[in-house]
């Protein structure tokens, strides 16, 4: 039943002359979360900027249900939901103005389920007041609102819990894991411990970049 | 729409690009107002600092008015992905299923409807300030609502290679304005040959044909350009 969605082989990648990651060989299945371990400067970030196809400056081979990414670029796009070190969230538009043109790129949400989703990140109320008079965190929360709109089956999230507080955190784990449950897949980076038995995988950068 | 998430498809996504950068240009009214303000007001300096003579703006008018009008796209086309790049909605749009190269042409028309397409409206008026003989502003219009589209999409070229550096103002024109001269040339002598008595319909062919080139090709070299400067 679990497929092998992602293959990674032999990656490595230098930057400014320091060798980041050789060799390093992991693959993820479905219904898996990955955590990404390593100390601040280990290439974390990076090698969620390489899977994702932002990057390409790797050597190695990364395969996506089995085909060399490359190749399936436009498929691998289709269930990809990507959340990245800046949030992509505009500060002159309003959180629901910022959830439908995102969510737009994948597929055409309600108004409705933008409603649904910014109440579940604790939004209710804010949803009609421009970003930037919101705090870091509420914006964050905004971005992973998307989370609960999209109905892609790959999520890769870089930091994911940055700037959101105890309960926030604690919330978006358990969506992860009952995400999980259902066949979703999460490749994050994190430094915080997360608790889901049997299905978390981890992949420490910290021992291949020193 | 649909409740059907698979239905959805890459227009829809284009309309809502359209519409978010419409939307982002209503609430930064300056990004507006800015190409426009600089447009007027360099035009509106010639009679002052050349000559006020009849004869004299007459014959510059033309000219004026399109080396000004290149100038405010050229100016305003470092800001085309500038601020997607800060906020990380850049990466959301390279990452998304749609076709880079519609989502670059929504920006890019967003882009040219808060710039390009001011200016061509306003051109009339200024023309009417330098003298410039009545048969001479419809293909003044006409030039400039051709030759703008092109040069914004030109500028997206050179806005996107340059939107990874910090400070890209000197490499942005170096980069675009080789490019913009055919479009000056002949949007100028389209209006300057109106005035002489001859049609104007050749210029304004080449201008069709630059269009059509920068509205089929430019948007692939914008969206590799900015695969590129992302990856920085």
């Given at each position: 039943m679990t497929e092998t969605l992602l293959e990674i082989k032999n990656l490595r990648c230098e930057r400014e002359e320091r060798?980041?990651?050789?060799?390093l060989c992991f693959s993820v299945d479905a219904g898996q979360v990955l955590q990404i371990e390593g100390p601040?400067?280990?290439g974390k970030t990076t090698l969620l900027r390489i899977i994702s196809g932002l990057s390409s400056a790797y050597e190695g081979d990364i395969y996506w249900r089995g085909q060399p990414i490359r190749k399936v670029r436009t498929d691998f796009y289709h269930d990809l939901h990507y959340l990245g070190h800046?949030?992509?969230?505009?500060?002159?538009?309003?959180p629901r103005e910022n959830l439908r043109w995102s969510c737009a790129l994948e597929a055409e949400d309600s108004d409705a389920q933008i409603e649904e989703a910014l109440d579940k990140v604790d939004l209710y109320g804010f949803e009609d007041l421009p970003c930037f008079t919101l705090s870091a965190g509420q914006q964050r929360r905004v971005a992973i609102a998307r989370l609960y709109l999209t109905a892609t089956p790959f999520w890769i999230l870089d930091e994911p819990f940055t700037a959101i507080d105890l309960r926030g955190v604690a919330e978006l784990e358990a969506m992860l894991a009952e995400r999980a449950e259902r066949g979703g897949t999460v490749i994050l980076t994190t430094h915080h411990q997360l608790d889901m038995p049997g299905r978390l995988k981890k992949v420490n950068l910290g021992g291949e970049a020193q | 729409m649909s409740e059907n998430k698979h239905s959805h498809s890459a227009f829809d996504s284009f309309v809502n690009l359209f519409k978010r950068d419409m939307l982002l240009a209503f609430r930064h009214r300056s990004d507006i107002a800015n190409p426009l303000i600089f447009f007027m007001i360099v035009v509106s300096l010639f009679p002052l600092g050349v000559s006020p003579s009849r004869e004299v703006l007459a014959q510059l008018a033309p000219g004026v008015i399109w080396v000004v009008a290149l100038l405010a796209c050229l100016l305003s086309s470092d800001g085309l992905f500038r601020n997607d790049f800060d906020d990380g909605s850049l990466e959301l749009l390279l990452l998304s299923p749609q076709p880079l190269y519609i989502l670059v042409i929504a920006k890019v028309l967003a882009h040219w409807c808060i710039t390009g397409l001011p200016v061509t409206l306003f051109a009339p008026l200024l023309g009417v300030m330098m003298y410039l003989p009545t048969e001479g502003l419809m293909p003044l219009v006409g030039s400039l609502f051709l030759g703008t589209i092109s040069l914004s999409f030109v500028g997206g070229i050179g806005a996107g290679l340059t939107?990874?550096?910090?400070?890209s103002g000197v490499l942005l024109s170096l980069i675009v304005l080789p490019l913009y001269t055919p479009v000056l040339i002949f949007g100028s002598s389209a209006v300057q040959s109106v005035i002489h008595g001859f049609g104007a319909s050749g210029q304004l062919a080449v201008l069709g044909a630059f269009l059509l080139m920068a509205v089929t090709l430019a948007p692939l070299a914008i969206g590799a350009a900015l695969r590129i400067s992302v990856e920085g």
């Open positions: 060798v980041l990651f050789d060799q601040n400067g280990s800046l949030p992509g969230v505009k500060a002159a538009l309003t | 939107v990874g550096l910090r400070r």
